[in-house]
């Protein structure tokens, strides 16, 4: 299996981004998928997820409320829009995925199998 991240950018507090992350050697189908970020300095962080069924989507406290998972069957890619954005949310996001993964472990990096290259994503203020 093999993730490309894209969408990552240069853009000012408050605009929104939409990243995309198209999978290749398999459908996105039943298929856990997951977004982390990692900020210079910092560990990497559990921004959102959708379970393999696609009915479940999480998202990390940080930004709930301003970022949306979503899954295109037809294009094998998920996406995660992202609003309001703050200098906070500067980081690399990583998107990752399993095929194997139980619902309680999708915000746990180390369950993941299959990573995408990171797309830089910077807000300035």
């Known amino acids: 299996v093999q993730l490309q991240a894209s969408g990552g950018g240069l853009v000012q507090a408050g605009d929104s981004l939409k990243l995309s992350c198209a999978a290749s050697?398999?459908?996105?189908?039943?298929?856990?998928t997951a977004w982390f970020r990692q900020a210079p300095g910092k560990e990497r962080e559990y921004v959102s997820a959708?379970?393999?069924?696609?009915?479940?989507?999480y998202y990390a406290d940080s930004v709930k409320g301003r970022c949306t998972i979503s899954r295109d069957s037809a294009k094998n890619t998920v996406y995660l829009q992202m609003d309001s954005l703050k200098p906070e949310d500067t980081a690399v996001y990583y998107c990752?995925?399993?095929?194997?993964?139980?619902?309680?472990?999708?915000?746990?990096?180390?369950?993941?199998?299959?990573w995408g290259q990171g797309t830089l994503v910077t807000v300035s203020s």
């Open positions: 050697g398999r459908t996105v189908n039943g298929y856990s």
């Open positions: 990752a995925g399993s095929a194997r993964l139980i619902l309680s472990s999708l915000r746990l990096k180390n369950q993941y199998t299959d």
């Open positions: 959708v379970f393999r069924s696609g009915s479940n989507k």
